[in-house]
C-alpha cells in the first residue's frame, strides 16, 4: 500500500512537472516570433519586430538584443535595461508577443523551393503549400525532415491517405523539409503532358503522315489511312475555326496543289469534289483576313455600315437585303447619298431617307453580282444632317436654347417636352416672352406669345400650353443687356415691356419688366436711390391709362413703418422719378416749404411735413447765430382769410422744457429770428446814448 501510494505521487509530480515544462515553453521566445513594444511618445518603438535567424531583435539607438530562448518576461527585462540607457521615463513601456511564427526552409521537389514564414500552428502539408505545392514525380514516402544534424524521415503519403495527423512531424522554427524525386525519374527532366502529346497527332512514321495546319483546333500530324478523306483527317485535327476560310482550303496531294471547296462539297454533296489524298500529303486551311474575297457571286459593301465587307450573294437578294446583311447604315452615314457601282462602271444615286419617308419614289435598285455598294460619311459629323427629317415632320426652335435646332416633332409632345429636348432656355432667355408661330388645321399660322413665368408661377395646367403642331417655328428671344453697358443694345427692347426710371438712382434708364413685378423690384435693378434722392417724393407717372394720372409715394414712410399699401402698382410702360434733396427754391411751392429768415446760419425755404417741430426747422438751419435774440422768436402763421403772428422764447423752452411752449407749425408758415440789435434794450440803450450826446453838444455850446 505504501508503495503504491509512492508511485501514484510520483506520477503526480511527474505530470506537474511536464505542464510546467509545456507552459514555459509556449511563453519562451522562439526564432520566427513577433515583438511588439508600445512606448507613447517613441514613434520609431511603436511598431513590430521580428526574432531573425540568429535569435535577435534590433531597436533603434539600441541595436540587436537577444531574445530567443527566454522567457516573455525575461525578454522584457533585457528590453527595458537597454531602453533606459537611451531614455529616462519607461513607466509606460510595453513589450510582448504579438504573434507566433515559424521560419521553414523547404527544398527538394516543389514548385518553388525557398525560405518560407508559417504560423507556428501550421503542418507540414501547409507547409509545402506555401512553397507551391510538389512536383509530379516527388517521393512521397520518403520526405525528410532536417533539424539541426539530425534528419527524420516520414511517410507523407500514409498521411495522405489516412488522414492521421500523428504521422507528420511538429514543425519547428528553422526547420528544413526536404522532398526527394522519385527513383523512377532519369537524369533528364522533360515534361511530360498527355494533353499535347495528343494534339501532336497520331503518326508514328514522319514521311508517310498527313500534316494538317492552320486554322484548326488541333495542327499535327495524322496516319495515312488509305480509305480516309480530307474531311476524316479534319475531323482527327479537331475541326476547322470560326476564322477559317472553308472555300480556300490549299491541299498538295502526291507532289500536286490543289484548292478544295469545303462549303461547296457541304452543300452539293458531290463526293467527286474532294481530292484525293497519297502518304505525305499537307493541308493548309487559311484564315479569312488573308485573303480576298471574289468570284461571280460577291456583292461588296463599303463605307459607313455596321460590317463592311464582302457578301456572297444569292438569286433575289434584294438592295434591302444586302444592306440589313451588312448592318445597316452607322449614324455617321450619309443615307440620302448612296451609291451603287455597277460591276460594267455605270453609277446609281439612292436616297434612302427619302425612299423611307416616302418622299422619294424611286424603287431601290437592283443589285447584281460583282456590284459595290458605297455609303457616304456626312460632311460633317459635328452636325446633324437637316435633310434627315423632312420639313413638315420638323419643329424650328431658335434663339436662347442650349441646342437651338430643328427637332423630329410627335403629336404626343407638349411645349414643356420641346423646350426639355433642346436643353432648355439659356440664362439669358427671356421666358416671359416666347412667340410661337404654329400652322393651324387649314394651313394658316397662328401667332401668340407664351409666358413661361405665369405658366411655372401660377402652376396653371399642361390645357394652357401653346399648341405646337409639326412645322411649327418657336423664337426664344434674348433679354436686352445693360444700357450703361451697351447703349446698342436697348432698341431691342420694346416700350410695352420695359418702364422707365430717372432722377437720384445710381443706374438710371429702361429695364425689362413685366406686371408681376414690383416697385422695389425696379428700384434694386437700377441699383437703389443714391445719397442725395429726396425719399418723401418720389413721382410715378402711370402711362398705361387713357388719363394721366400721378402717384406720390413717401418711400421713408414705408421704410418706417413697412406698410405695403403706400407702394404703388407699377406696370410695364410706367415711369419713375426720384427728386433730388438739394432742388432749386422755385422747385419748391410755398404750400410745402416753411421760410427761414433771420439771425440763422442758413437762412432759405425747407420742406416741412406735420411731424416736423420749429425745433427742426432751426436745425436745418443750422441753428441761430452769436448776434441773435432768442427770446423774440417771431412765426407768422400763413392763412387763407388773415395772416396771425406769435412769439417763441427759444431760452425759456430751453430752461424749462415744456414743450407746450412750441407754436404751431404749418407748411407755408415764415420763422424769423430778430437780432439783438433789435431787443428792447438795445433801444434804451441807443435812446439815452443819444440823450447824452444831445447834453455833450449843449454843453459845449454854453461854454463858448
Known amino acids: 500500500m505504501r508503495l503504491f501510494r509512492l508511485i501514484i505521487f510520483s506520477c503526480y509530480y511527474l505530470l506537474l512537472i ?7 515553453s509556449a511563453n519562451t521566445v522562439r526564432v520566427g516570433d513577433i515583438i511588439t513594444i508600445i512606448l507613447p511618445g517613441e514613434e520609431s518603438l511603436n511598431t513590430t519586430f521580428q526574432v531573425d535567424k540568429q535569435g535577435q531583435v534590433t531597436l533603434p539607438e539600441i541595436g540587436p538584443l537577444t531574445v530567443a530562448g527566454k522567457t516573455e518576461q525575461q525578454m522584457v527585462t533585457i528590453i527595458t535595461m537597454s531602453l533606459k540607457t537611451v531614455m529616462q521615463d519607461l513607466n509606460h513601456l510595453r513589450v510582448f508577443i504579438s504573434k507566433r511564427q515559424l521560419i521553414i526552409n523547404i527544398q527538394g521537389y516543389v514548385n518553388q523551393p525557398g525560405e518560407y514564414i508559417i504560423a507556428d500552428t501550421d503542418s507540414v502539408q501547409l507547409a509545402l503549400y506555401a512553397a507551391g505545392g510538389l512536383r509530379p514525380g516527388a517521393q512521397l514516402n520518403r520526405l525528410q525532415l532536417r533539424r539541426g544534424d539530425t534528419i527524420t524521415t516520414f511517410n507523407y503519403k500514409s498521411f495522405l491517405d489516412s488522414g492521421d495527423l500523428s504521422k507528420l512531424p511538429t514543425l519547428q522554427s528553422l526547420d528544413t523539409l526536404f522532398i526527394p524525386a522519385s527513383a523512377m525519374i532519369g537524369n533528364i527532366e522533360q515534361e511530360f503532358d498527355t494533353a499535347k502529346l495528343a494534339q501532336a497527332g497520331d503518326a508514328a512514321d514522319d514521311k508517310n503522315a498527313v500534316k494538317v495546319f492552320g486554322e484548326v483546333h488541333d495542327p499535327g500530324t495524322f ?9 476524316h483527317v479534319l475531323m482527327r485535327a479537331g475541326g476547322v475555326t ?4 472553308v472555300e480556300q482550303i490549299r491541299v498538295i496531294s502526291n507532289n500536286e496543289p490543289r484548292t478544295f471547296n469545303l462549303k461547296k462539297y457541304l452543300d452539293s454533296g458531290d463526293e467527286t469534289l474532294l481530292p484525293k489524298l497519297y502518304p505525305g500529303s499537307t493541308i493548309f486551311i487559311p484564315k479569312q483576313q488573308e485573303e480576298i474575297k471574289f468570284g461571280a457571286n460577291i456583292v461588296y459593301v463599303m463605307g459607313e455600315v455596321a460590317s463592311p465587307g464582302a457578301y456572297e450573294g444569292k438569286k433575289g437578294a434584294t438592295f434591302m437585303g444586302i444592306l440589313a446583311n451588312a448592318g445597316g447604315p452607322t449614324r455617321f452615314a450619309e443615307s440620302r447619298q448612296i451609291r451603287i457601282i455597277k460591276s460594267h462602271g455605270e453609277v446609281i444615286n ?3 431617307s427619302g425612299y423611307t419617308e416616302g418622299t422619294n419614289y424611286q424603287a431601290p435598285p437592283l443589285i447584281e453580282s460583282g456590284d459595290a455598294i458605297f455609303v457616304p460619311e456626312k460632311t460633317d459629323m459635328n452636325e446633324k444632317s437637316w435633310l434627315k427629317i423632312a420639313p413638315h ?6 434663339g436662347e436654347v442650349e441646342d437651338p435646332g430643328r427637332i423630329e416633332w410627335s403629336d404626343e409632345m407638349s411645349f414643356l417636352d420641346l423646350l426639355a429636348h433642346v436643353g432648355g432656355p439659356t440664362v439669358r432667355a427671356d421666358t416671359a416672352n416666347i412667340e410661337v408661330v404654329t400652322p393651324d388645321a387649314n394651313g394658316k399660322n397662328l401667332v401668340y406669345t407664351f409666358s413661361l413665368d405665369t405658366f411655372m408661377l401660377e402652376g396653371r395646367p399642361e390645357s394652357s400650353l401653346p399648341i405646337i403642331r409639326a412645322g411649327a417655328t418657336i423664337r426664344i428671344r434674348d433679354l436686352p443687356l445693360d444700357p450703361t453697358d451697351n447703349k446698342s443694345q436697348w432698341v431691342r427692347q420694346t416700350s410695352d415691356s420695359s418702364i422707365y426710371i430717372f432722377g437720384q438712382v445710381n443706374s438710371g434708364g429702361r429695364y425689362r419688366f413685366t406686371n408681376n413685378l414690383h416697385f422695389l423690384d425696379i428700384l434694386a435693378a437700377a441699383d437703389g436711390p443714391t445719397i442725395d434722392a429726396d425719399l418723401h417724393n418720389i413721382r410715378v407717372t402711370h402711362r398705361n391709362q387713357k388719363y394721366s394720372k400721378v402717384s406720390k409715394l413717401d418711400l421713408a414712410l414705408y421704410f418706417e413703418t413697412g406698410d405695403e399699401s403706400l407702394l404703388p402698382i407699377v406696370k410695364t410702360g410706367d415711369s419713375i422719378y426720384i427728386p433730388e434733396k438739394k432742388r432749386i427754391w422755385i422747385d419748391e411751392t410755398n404750400e410745402t416749404t416753411i421760410r427761414m429768415l433771420g439771425a440763422v446760419h442758413k437762412p432759405g425755404r425747407y420742406r416741412f411735413h406735420d411731424s416736423m417741430t420749429i425745433l427742426d426747422i432751426l436745425a436745418k438751419a443750422g441753428g441761430t447765430t452769436d448776434n441773435a435774440y432768442p ?31 412750441l407754436p404751431v407749425l404749418r407748411a407755408g408758415d415764415t420763422v ?11 433801444n434804451v440803450r441807443l435812446g439815452i446814448q443819444d440823450i447824452f450826446q444831445v447834453l455833450a453838444t449843449l454843453a459845449l455850446i454854453g461854454s463858448l
Open 242 to 245: 470560326r476564322y477559317a476560310t
Open 393 to 398: 415632320r420638323a419643329v424650328r426652335v431658335f
Open 223 to 231: 496516319s495515312y489511312k488509305e480509305d480516309a478523306t480530307i474531311v
Open 631 to 661: 427770446e423774440k422768436i417771431s412765426v407768422i402763421n400763413n392763412s387763407r382769410h388773415q395772416g396771425q403772428a406769435r412769439t417763441f422764447d427759444l431760452i425759456k423752452f430751453s430752461r424749462t422744457g415744456d414743450y407746450k411752449m
Open 672 to 682: 424769423y429770428v430778430p437780432t439783438k440789435d433789435e431787443s428792447i434794450l438795445a
Open 18 to 24: 511536464g505542464q510546467f515544462a509545456y507552459a514555459e
Open 350 to 352: 439612292f436616297d434612302l
